[in-house]
């Protein structure tokens, strides 16, 4: 205690010694060591290539934001789409992910301030003495106050907040891409649930058709210009079109039960009524390539993690430099309660430390190469993302594109078969066809006519996926905002490129 209150007593070059030291940190407290980030490039081209000799929509379109669905004018569908949000399970799990993310930002930016401790400490000791006889007991009242704080010369702390920053905002992109996976998903299930409703009525007024054809069969049989086979023919054609409309209800109520499970419900508390598919595709607003790298949430998310990768190279390298530790503790000691608290029995001391690991067996070294290599992935695997965006919007332009081609010929198909269908009705019962051409049209009607719809759905999931593909109508500047007021004063804004740095000869970079 003699020698805390002896170093309070110093002056004069000692404490020009101090202000000097602490200008030399506050000098040092804006160099950060590491490459500073450079959104890794690219290749994009610059068109789509599935948009030659195709419809494209009109500049005043565009996708909603957020609510993208609402293009497709279903009152049911924009009503099941806005539970996602609200009851989906797995996006809660993004959400709360999301949120964890958020939370590590500000334990990261905790590392900025000093770490500050208070404890108490009151004893009571007595010593045995060579005769064994207790001596007198002692009391000793301590009350202490411990500060200490470790300046981010080196940009530590503020390479590890740029990576925690951008892994939020990276978990943020996963927030979206998960939303708008389900949302897709929703869509999807919705309209081949609808196309099923349409194949049911389909089959359901053939089964109508069949039976008036099997009772015309009969009652030709029954004058005698008609065979047994002919009853027979047209009695197994109406039975396995009965059993094919039964058949639709189990794929339809797998549908349901799957976007109950979507919008959060139990299955067995949820249905849709039936009712046909009467949405047609839309001309979808695709706009230009490079428009994607912003669109894209997942897109967007790969190009954070390789942000928050390069910002743990300068944690590594940061490791190569000394550290420099300020610390202060204070409080009052006394053997006498009633003296404990008085200004006599006060004590401080304050000082700093700095160490410097001179041998850690290629440690760092090793530590600076895994990051390096992370880094290095991560733009692979950016890359690779920004391809399979690029492949996911030109195999659904292609579909749409085909498509659409093929449903005007199918379209043709169906009004030529249905001709041919009543043409064969009058030939059979004019005597001039047997019952064979009338079951061989009615089986070519059903399949045209049923292919026609499968086209239909085939169109709209095409066009919910471009959808998808596009973003959903979302923006890479809504990650921006995920800050807040406590980063204001620790914004480290960068716009060169930093050559990779060597293990072995780090380099610093200045303010």
């Not at 943020?172 to 996976?181: F, K, P, V, Y």
């Not at 549908?255 to 009712?275: D, M, T």
């Amino acid at each position: 205690m003699t020698h805390l209150r002896a170093f309070r007593t110093w002056k004069g070059p000692c404490q020009l010694f101090h202000a000097g030291l602490v200008g030399v940190f506050m000098i040092l407290a804006g160099c950060t060591v590491g490459p500073d980030y450079v959104r890794p490039t690219a290749e994009i081209p610059g068109a789509y290539k599935e948009m030659e000799s195709w419809k494209v929509a009109q500049p005043k379109d565009h996708l909603t934001r957020g609510a993208w669905w609402e293009i497709f004018n279903d009152p049911q569908l924009n009503a099941l789409e806005e539970q996602v949000s609200i009851s989906n399970q797995s996006v809660m799990v993004a959400e709360a992910q999301f949120r964890q993310a958020r939370a590590l930002v500000q334990a990261a930016r905790a590392s900025y301030f000093p770490t500050v401790t208070v404890g108490a400490s009151p004893t009571r000791s007595s010593r045995t003495g060579t005769t064994g006889v207790s001596s007198t007991a002692t009391s000793n009242y301590l009350l202490l106050a411990d500060a200490s704080w470790e300046p981010d010369l080196w940009g530590r702390v503020r390479r590890t907040v740029e990576g925690s920053k951008a892994s939020a905002q990276a978990t943020a992109a996963d927030l979206e891409s998960t939303r708008l996976l389900v949302q897709a998903e929703l869509a999807q299930d919705y309209f081949q649930l609808r196309v099923l409703d349409g194949q049911k009525q389909l089959l359901d007024a053939t089964v109508i058709a069949f039976q008036k054809s099997l009772e015309l069969t009969k009652n030709r049989y029954a004058a005698g210009v008609a065979s047994k086979g002919d009853v027979l023919l047209a009695e197994t054609q109406l039975r396995t079109t009965q059993a094919q409309a039964i058949d639709v209800g189990v794929q339809r109520a797998q549908l349901e039960h799957a976007i109950a499970s979507l919008i959060g419900k139990p299955s067995s508390l949820f249905s849709i009524p039936v009712e046909p598919l009467t949405t047609v595709p839309l001309a979808v607003p695709v706009g230009v390539p490079s428009e994607l790298l912003e669109r894209r949430p997942d897109i967007a998310g790969a190009e954070r993690r390789v942000a928050a990768a390069n910002a743990q190279i300068g944690v590594a390298v940061a490791a190569y430099y000394p550290t420099v530790t300020l610390s202060a503790s204070g409080g009052f000691e006394s053997t006498s309660l009633s003296k404990w608290l008085t200004w006599p029995s006060r004590f401080w001391s304050v000082g700093p430390g700095i160490s410097e690991t001179v041998f850690d067996g290629g440690l760092r070294r090793a530590q600076t190469a895994a990051a390096r290599a992370a880094y290095e992935g991560t733009i692979a695997s950016y890359r690779q993302t920004v391809l399979t965006g690029f492949q996911e919007v030109e195999d659904n332009l292609a579909a749409l594109r085909i498509l659409e081609e093929e449903a005007e010929v199918q379209e043709e198909a169906v009004s030529a078969a249905r001709q041919a269908l009543a043409v064969a009705i009058n030939q059979y019962k004019a005597g001039t066809a047997n019952y064979l051409t009338v079951i061989v049209a009615q089986a070519a009607a059903l399949n045209i006519e049923t292919n026609a719809l499968g086209i239909l759905g085939r169109r709209m999931t095409a066009s919910v996926l471009l959808v998808k593909a596009l973003g959903g109508g979302w923006d890479v500047s809504s990650l921006r905002s995920i800050d807040d007021p406590g980063d204001k004063g620790n914004k480290h804004q960068r716009s060169t490129e930093s050559k990779p740095l060597s293990a072995d000869q780090p380099s610093v970079n200045t303010p």
